[in-house]
């Protein structure tokens, strides 16, 4: 069984040619002098100092000349000792190296790392908590400015930094409630009631801030998905084209174009959209085309915002048992924006009774209207007031706010109905707290660590 104390090593850099690719090795302190002695014999590594040296195989044939950096424990990424090679960047020079590492150093245990196995070690050795450690592949993965501002406030610690201050406040009141419990012959005063009643509503009010600031976050590192659905020909590639600005889809004349829904992304002042260009609905009997229309369907079932497209023109009139299938489709709470294209082609009477109903008038032809329509889609989002300030957060964190929310509400209640039930309202607290802990690794959850490291790229 792979063990946490492994020397564990892997290709680091992105798949393919490169000026420069680079070997990560990561191992206990006691392994130190065996794998760098065994790559490198004869030579002392100077810590955090470059090295010019030859890397070679078993046989001792050259492999490349390498830049070679070794950073001894703890003052390195992984709070283990870790060993770098600088390599020149050929796909073929690095899996070369990385055999030659594997069979020199074969009794020292060391084997190929796992995804996401080189923060983990980070998070297990406390040289981050686990919010920061999710930072690290958001930071990765940020399709986006603002997603990758985000995620690199995360990485410092500006949302672990709250979380903590919060769970003080729960702890300094479930100790004051814990005391009452172990020495039940003081009674409780009234100004240590006020004391653990404001330090709950402290915490309470911060964790509604929190929340509030946290979904916003989650957009930045999931994205929102967006789908574009309406007849056939009534410009949604035409609008995902425009939007993307580069031709994505083909768009023709023919209805029935987009047979396949189209994926792409973009953003929206910073923010990550997957727009999905999807199949025109209408009774069909070709069977490729009835494909499409049922993916449609399951991307208007999972979209976080609908546009559905009408003609402005009048050329193609709205086809009221498609719109049906649409708003059927849409989950429930899920915003459904109606956008009239082609507003070019239209008379100013039309659009204006158009927007009178609400929806947005646009032109994919001339661009007219796609400002307001970007607008009103981060309007929807709540994403509007700009992404300055946000903390990348994921949907577990948002779940663990929520947990630790409920059990500080029924602290309250307890305190403010004055039940005497002391041991339930410290209970409450406890709750709360550990909910709070799991957003920074704090309780035992070793299969969430291997959800969340399973999901980062081998190497980090």
């Not at 960047?89 to 020199?104: W, Y």
């Not at 409780?188 to 600031?213: P, S, W």
């Not at 994921?394 to 602290?411: Q, T, V």
């Amino acid at each position: 069984m792979p063990s946490d104390k492994d020397p564990i090593i892997a290709i680091a850099t992105a798949a393919g040619r490169g000026a420069i690719g680079i070997v990560r090795l990561t191992f206990p302190v006691e392994h130190s002098a065996a794998i760098t002695g065994g790559l490198f014999p004869g030579v002392k590594l100077e810590p955090r100092h470059a090295h010019l040296l030859p890397v070679t195989d078993a046989e001792g044939r050259l492999l490349d000349r390498a830049i070679v950096l070794f950073f001894p424990a703890p003052a390195s990424y992984t709070g283990e000792s870790v060993l770098e090679i600088q390599a020149h960047g050929g796909p073929m020079v690095l899996r070369l190296i990385l055999r030659a590492a594997l069979g020199k150093l074969s009794e020292t245990g060391l084997r190929i790392a796992e995804p996401g196995e080189f923060t983990k070690r980070a998070f297990l050795n406390g040289r981050m908590d686990l919010a920061q450690a999710e930072a690290v592949g958001g930071l990765i993965d940020a399709v986006s400015e603002a997603a990758a501002q985000a995620a690199a406030r995360s990485l410092t610690g500006e949302f672990s930094t709250r979380v903590r201050a919060t769970g003080t406040l729960l702890d300094e009141a479930r100790a004051l409630t814990e005391a009452q419990i172990d020495f039940p012959e003081e009674e409780l005063d009234g100004l240590m009631e006020r004391q653990i009643t404001e330090r709950m509503e402290g915490a309470a009010g911060e964790i509604d801030a929190l929340l509030a600031t946290a979904r916003r976050g989650t957009v930045l590192a999931d994205g929102l998905t967006v789908a574009l659905v309406g007849a056939p020909n009534v410009g949604k590639s035409s609008l995902l084209n425009a939007l993307a600005g580069e031709e994505i889809a083909i768009v023709t004349d023919i209805a029935g174009t987009t047979r396949d829904s189209i994926e792409h992304w973009t953003a929206f002042e910073g923010v990550p959209l997957r727009i999905i260009d999807t199949a025109g609905l209408r009774e069909t009997s070709d069977i490729v085309e009835q494909k499409g229309i049922d993916r449609t369907l399951r991307a208007i079932a999972e979209a976080d915002i609908v546009l559905a497209l009408t003609d402005a023109s009048g050329r193609i009139p709205d086809d009221e048992a498609a719109l049906a299938r649409v708003r059927s489709s849409v989950r429930e709470g899920t915003p459904l924006l109606t956008v009239a294209n082609k507003a070019d082609a239209a008379d100013p009477e039309t659009v204006m009774a158009l927007k009178d109903r609400g929806a947005v008038a646009v032109s994919a032809l001339t661009g007219e209207g796609l400002e307001e329509l970007r607008a009103r889609v981060l309007e929807l989002s709540d994403m509007a007031g700009g992404t300055e300030g946000l903390f990348l957060a994921r949907e577990r964190h948002l779940e663990c706010l929520r947990r630790a929310r409920e059990h500080i509400g029924g602290a309250l209640a307890h305190a403010r109905a004055k039940t005497g039930m002391t041991e339930l309202l410290a209970e409450e607290l406890r709750l709360a707290g550990r909910a709070l802990g799991e957003i920074l690794g704090e309780t035992d959850a070793e299969g969430l660590l291997d959800i969340i490291f399973s999901r980062f790229c081998i190497g980090k």
